[in-house]
Structures are given as structure tokens and as C-alpha cells.
Nanobody, 128 residues
Framework: QVQLVESGGGLVQAGGSLRLSCAAS????????MGWFRQAPRKEREFVAA????????YYADSVKGRFTISRDNAKNTVYLQMNSLKPEDTAVYYC?????????????????????WGQGTQVTVSS
């Protein structure tokens, strides 16, 4: 069982930056592939970024590629989402998700149904 708690959301002007964090409970965080998703009002939840359990493989949605960076620190049981050049269309609740435990050290996952655990979400609002 893994519990996930997101933090770092807030209000930022367009062009600004935020860094989201997702702290995971448990001693086997390094066994889980991680991902970030977001959901804007009246829209479906969408994939943002994913990272393998080792951190060596990452994958991004086209809409955030080049602006967002996912990373993880397995010693701190934390995954991060650095968001730069934010746009109003990035406004959403951002969710952290975990899949595992998995033996695939370099695999990442880009659909919500592939994940087993979810955080409560953190609001990101980008003003124009």
C-alpha cells in the first residue's frame, strides 16, 4: 500500500514556474513507477508526465514537452514536477500516481488505468 501526498500548487502568472512534489509513504518507493496527471474543470483527467522506477526513463505529453520536467528522489520517497513557462491552459488539479511494485526498472506508463494509487491532488492556477 502506498499513500501519496501532493504539494506545491498555487496561483502563478503566465510565464511563471512552480514545482510540485509528491511524497510517498512506505519503504519500497523505488519499486514504483510514477506519473503526474491533471484535470481541468469539465474535462477528463489527462496524462502529463511519467517516470520509471529507476528514474532513468521519462515520458511527457506533447502539451508540456520542453516546459515540464519530472524527476524523483528515491532516497526521499518523492517525485517532482518542475513546471516552467506556465500557460493559462495548464490550470488544473494535478494528481500524482503510482504503479507497482514493478520489476520493470525502465518502464513508464501514460494512461490512468495503469496506475494503482493516487494522491488527493493539488490545484495549479495560471493567470493570464
Amino acid at each position: 500500500q502506498v499513500q501519496l501526498v501532493e504539494s506545491g500548487g498555487g496561483l502563478v502568472q503566465a510565464g511563471g514556474s512552480l514545482r510540485l512534489s509528491c511524497a510517498a509513504s512506505g519503504r519500497t518507493f523505488s519499486s514504483y513507477a510514477m506519473g503526474w496527471f491533471r484535470q481541468a474543470p469539465r474535462k477528463e483527467r489527462e496524462f502529463v508526465a511519467a517516470i520509471s522506477r529507476s528514474g532513468g526513463s521519462t515520458y511527457y505529453a506533447d502539451s508540456v514537452k520542453g516546459r515540464f520536467t519530472i524527476s524523483r528522489d528515491n532516497a526521499k520517497n518523492t517525485v517532482y514536477l518542475q513546471m516552467n513557462s506556465l500557460k493559462p491552459e495548464d490550470t488544473a488539479v494535478y494528481y500524482c500516481a503510482a504503479r507497482g511494485p514493478t520489476y520493470a526498472s525502465s518502464s513508464y506508463y501514460a494512461t490512468a488505468r495503469q496506475y494503482d494509487y493516487w494522491g488527493q491532488g493539488t490545484q495549479v492556477t495560471v493567470s493570464s
